[in-house]
């Protein structure tokens, strides 16, 4: 129950992208199919770098926010009291941040209509991170072992799959030539529009567990989850 509420204050990391990285989906999706490798390269450099300065920004401040709130909501644990709170939380925040930088790779299979290899990668990811998750479980080890568990799984599996794709699609790169503000801030108006979608999609789902446990405990999240 613990490990759900905390979890849950996680994927409210997600928004820290401001919707740049569904709207960059669409964008360089456009590009390719009109033959634009540059110009989806560009769009592509550039978002990966801005949604990472977000990213990490949001991973400086939000471990540390999250455990005050917990705080100010009186929740009280054994296992999560303090800077162990704060440590949980950022590595989760950086599982975020990496599942994140996986998403603008899958984004770029998809604008080159290759949905199905992308679905699997990131299928792949999820099974290997199901393998350790349960290794470290049956090693009995604690939560802080389990978060680094993903935190590694999800490390491996982004370099791979950026050595792949850069290998099957040399537009997708990281360098800073093609790096511009002005592609990033055309699409803004999209990422707003992602961004109030993911807020609602995420108030519907995992605010309820969020509030929950919150308000009483983790006892009864373990029962809403579960039921």
Not at 54 to 74: D, R, Y
Not at 80 to 97: E, K, T
Not at 110 to 117: H, Q, S, T, V, Y
Not at 151 to 169: D, W, Y
């Given at each position: 129950?613990?490990w759900?509420?905390?979890?849950?204050?996680?994927?409210?990391?997600?928004?820290?992208?401001l919707?740049?990285?569904?709207?960059?989906?669409n964008?360089?999706?456009?590009?390719?199919?009109?033959?634009?490798?540059?110009?989806a390269?560009?769009?592509?450099?550039?978002?990966?770098?801005?949604?990472?300065?977000?990213?990490i920004?949001a991973l400086?401040?939000f471990p540390?926010?999250?455990?005050?709130?917990l705080t100010?909501?009186?929740?009280?644990?054994a296992?999560?009291?303090?800077?162990?709170?704060?440590?949980?939380l950022?590595?989760?925040c950086?599982?975020?941040?990496?599942?994140q930088?996986?998403g603008?790779?899958?984004?770029?299979?998809?604008?080159?209509?290759?949905?199905?290899?992308?679905?699997m990668w990131?299928?792949?990811f999820?099974?290997?991170?199901?393998?350790?998750?349960?290794?470290?479980v049956t090693?009995?080890?604690?939560?802080?072992?389990?978060?680094?568990?993903?935190v590694?799984?999800?490390?491996?599996?982004f370099?791979?799959?950026?050595?792949?794709?850069?290998?099957?699609?040399?537009?997708?790169?990281w360098?800073l030539k093609e790096?511009?503000?002005?592609?990033?801030l055309?699409l803004?108006?999209?990422?707003?529009?992602?961004?109030?979608?993911a807020?609602g999609?995420q108030?519907?789902?995992?605010g309820?567990v969020t509030?929950l446990?919150?308000?009483?405990g983790?006892?009864?999240?373990?029962i809403?989850?579960?039921?």
């Amino acid at each position: 129950g613990e490990w759900l509420i905390l979890n849950s204050l996680c994927t409210y990391f997600f928004l820290s992208d401001l919707g740049f990285t569904a709207a960059v989906a669409n964008e360089t999706a456009v590009r390719i199919s009109r033959n634009d490798s540059r110009g989806a390269s560009k769009v592509f450099q550039s978002n990966f770098y801005l949604t990472l300065l977000l990213s990490i920004v949001a991973l400086i401040l939000f471990p540390s926010l999250g455990a005050k709130l917990l705080t100010l909501a009186g929740w009280h644990s054994a296992l999560f009291n303090g800077y162990r709170a704060i440590i949980l939380l950022g590595l989760l925040c950086l599982h975020a941040l990496l599942s994140q930088r996986t998403g603008l790779l899958y984004d770029a299979y998809r604008a080159e209509g290759e949905l199905a290899k992308g679905t699997m990668w990131n299928n792949g990811f999820r099974l290997f991170e199901f393998f350790l998750l349960c290794t470290v479980v049956t090693l009995k080890g604690g939560p802080l072992a389990a978060a680094l568990a993903l935190v590694f799984a999800r490390g491996i599996g982004f370099a791979l799959m950026t050595r792949a794709v850069k290998h099957s699609h040399p537009w997708v790169c990281w360098g800073l030539k093609e790096v511009s503000l002005r592609p990033a801030l055309e699409l803004k108006r999209p990422g707003l529009a992602f961004t109030l979608i993911a807020i609602g999609e995420q108030l519907r789902s995992g605010g309820v567990v969020t509030v929950l446990g919150l308000i009483m405990g983790p006892v009864p999240v373990v029962i809403f989850s579960t039921a």
